[in-house]
């Protein structure tokens, strides 16, 4: 079996989503840092971004579509098409949050990221996914986790590292975090990652 490929710039931003993913299911794969997308690389792009997946001929890029294909190999979407759903509706959720982050991180002057702080746009998806974990022991309502749980965790991870945690309790949020970050799949991938507030 082909190991797969995921290149990204040297910062957490969107690949730190499929490379937990993949973490986590203990898949290998090769990680190709990059400083800058070269022409050659740029052509591989569908839409001129990344992160890209490779696995031999077969290249991927979008983080959802890219999380949705690994989630699919190793049977992590649900067991049901509602299940399957939810978790969709979920990571679609993380992915605003993330756009978000990354608004935040490279577009928001010191003024701007302040009221970014204040009125924090981002709480009303933390509270949405508080009230599903209160419901539910898993985000997609089945009897197992799915992706879904996994990238709330790296969501929360994520928001943590840049400082822009919403006010307010997440105990099922922070429950989840802790699951996360201290299972043997991901401690020690975590505890490696470079340092960065990107």
Same mark, same amino acid.
């Given at each position: 079996?082909?190991k797969?490929?995921l290149?990204y710039?040297?910062?957490?931003?969107r690949?730190q989503?499929?490379?937990c993913?993949l973490?986590?299911l @203990?898949e290998e794969y090769n990680?190709n840092e990059?400083?800058?997308? %070269?022409?050659?690389l740029? /052509? =591989?792009?569908l839409f *001129?971004q990344?992160?890209?997946?490779q696995?031999?001929d077969f290249?991927?890029?979008?983080?959802p579509a890219?999380?949705d294909?690994?989630?699919?190999?190793?049977?992590?979407r649900g067991?049901?098409r509602?299940?399957?759903a939810?978790a969709?509706?979920?990571?679609? @959720?993380?992915?605003?949050v993330?756009?978000?982050c990354l608004?935040? %991180?490279f577009?928001m002057d /010191? =003024?701007?990221q302040? *009221?970014f702080?204040?009125?924090?746009?981002?709480?009303?998806?933390?509270?949405a996914?508080e009230?599903l974990?209160?419901?539910?022991k898993y985000?997609?309502?089945g009897?197992?986790e799915?992706?879904a749980?996994?990238m709330?965790?790296v969501?929360?991870?994520y928001?943590?590292?840049?400082?822009?945690?919403?006010?307010?309790?997440?105990p099922?949020l922070n429950?989840? /975090?802790?699951h996360?970050?201290?299972s043997?799949?991901?401690?020690?991938?975590l505890?490696?990652?470079?340092?960065?507030?990107?």
């Open positions: 079996m082909t797969p490929t290149t710039f040297p910062v957490r931003g690949v989503f499929p490379r993913l973490e986590y @203990g990680f990059v400083k800058t997308i %070269s022409d050659d740029r /052509k =591989q792009l *001129k990344l992160p890209l997946y696995e031999g290249k991927i890029v979008q983080t890219i999380i294909f690994i989630a699919e190999k190793h049977d992590f067991k049901t509602e299940e399957r939810r969709h509706q979920c990571l679609s @959720g993380i992915m605003e993330l756009e978000h608004g935040y %991180s577009k /010191k =003024q701007q302040e *009221k702080r204040n009125e924090n746009p981002i709480k009303r998806f933390f509270e996914f009230m974990l209160s419901q539910n985000l997609a309502s009897e197992k799915t992706y749980d996994l709330a965790f969501m929360v991870d928001v943590t590292n840049l400082g822009i945690l919403p006010s307010g309790d997440y099922k429950g989840l /975090k802790k996360y970050e201290t043997p799949q991901l401690k020690k991938y505890e490696s990652r470079t340092p960065s507030n990107l």
